[in-house]
């Protein structure tokens, strides 16, 4: 229970436990004492954080006020009590006196940051990516430090194994693009058109971009996956302790399988789109395969397969540098497993793209 007396210099005492149980009361007491000088604690037999916020904030409010109210008969314990809230509430305060954050410009800083943390990354990439060259350049001059059944191993995982899914994707683009075409040409009577329409979007563009979409989702997201959980495991700090280069164990084997494997898989792509298209464009069009076969032959040429299989070699280098070097990045935790793995898809998919329509308007502006 508390209570107060009044004595000639204004002194109120509280009495009995100041705690969150009996806070009206000890609220209305101090409320009551507006002209309090002194504070007396000496009565207490119980204080908690609630209360020493009560005593805090009827400092706060004198002070405020220009008045000056002291505290007397306090134990160690609730001196350190209320300074302890006394200074909590001070930062509180600070918290609140800060200038007003406009969500224009949290949103143009966030903008900031991620465009910050974007070229970094894009710069940690090339760095990577001069690292796995010189590392390639030794190679070549001492080809026997070239681990060989990690690379067969890497072309089989990251190539061969994804010509289903690739020959697949191709076929049903080569369908989706004779279907379309076939319904905007047969409006002006040029039906026959569709085999160049199919020939030469999916030899030059589609056939090796998408492949390498399919391969940058598949691939990039395994050499982050099993390179970041070597990295977590310590395995790779346990490499350089032995001597050995995880650039030329690790990195190397599964970017020269890209390089090898990549434009194959463009090929069986271009391939597959074109059988998609013959086929549909036999059933929608009536053009059977021999004449598809006499159009194509007449109207395509190999250029175009070549123009677009060019592309391969630096797509496959983007898609494995970006992937390894994700892998590298990550930290002991698997959270940041996961985030690189998803930014390492994200990355490379992006890149694929630019470099693809850099492509485009080199060769436009040569005319090939």
């Known amino acids: ?124 990439s090339l760095g990577f990516l001069g690292l796995v060259m010189a590392r390639l350049g030794r190679t070549v001059v001492q080809p026997w430090r070239l681990r060989l059944t990690a690379l067969v191993h890497h072309m089989q995982h990251a190539g061969l194994n994804a010509v289903p899914i690739v020959a697949l994707m191709g076929f049903l683009i080569g ?24 020939a030469i979007s999916i030899l030059r563009e589609l056939g090796i971009l998408l492949t390498a979409i399919i391969v940058a989702g598949r691939s990039a997201s395994a050499f982050t996956a099993a390179i970041g959980s ?28 890209l390089v090898i494997l990549l434009p194959v898989l463009g090929f069986v792509a271009s391939m597959a789109g074109l059988v998609g298209g013959g086929l549909m464009a036999w059933v929608e069009l009536g053009i059977s395969p021999g004449m598809f076969r006499t159009q194509l032959l007449s109207n395509t040429d190999v250029s175009h397969l070549l123009v677009g299989l060019s592309k391969a070699p630096f797509f496959a280098l983007i898609i494995g540098v970006v992937g390894c070097h994700q892998g590298m990045q990550v930290k002991g935790n698997t959270e940041s497993l996961g985030s690189r793995t998803s930014r390492s898809v994200v990355v490379a998919i992006f890149l694929v793209i630019v470099v693809d329509a850099l492509f485009s308007i080199f060769f436009a502006l040569w005319g090939v």
């Open 230 to 257: 070597m990295k977590m495991r310590e395995e790779i700090d346990a490499m350089r302790v032995l001597g050995l280069d995880p650039i030329e164990l690790l990195v190397l084997p599964r970017v020269l399988s």
């Open 175 to 198: 369908i989706v693009l004779a279907f379309q075409g076939a319904s905007q040409l047969r409006q002006f009577g040029a039906e026959v058109f569709v085999v160049d329409l199919i």
């Open 1 to 124: 229970m508390a209570e107060t007396r009044a004595s000639a210099s204004v002194t109120t005492a509280l009495t009995g436990p100041v705690t969150l149980a009996n806070l009206p009361q000890n609220r209305a007491i101090l409320e009551g004492s507006a002209r309090t000088e002194v504070i007396d604690l000496s009565g207490i037999t119980a204080l908690d954080t609630a209360g020493a916020w009560l005593i805090a904030s009827f400092l706060a409010g004198n002070k405020a006020q220009g008045r000056s109210v002291t505290i007397t008969g306090a134990n160690a314990a609730q001196t350190q009590l209320l300074e302890t809230v006394t200074e909590a509430m001070s930062l509180a305060r600070k918290e609140k006196k800060r200038a007003v954050h406009h969500r224009a410009g949290d949103t143009l800083s966030q903008v900031g940051e991620g465009v910050t943390g974007f070229a970094l990354g894009i710069a940690g």
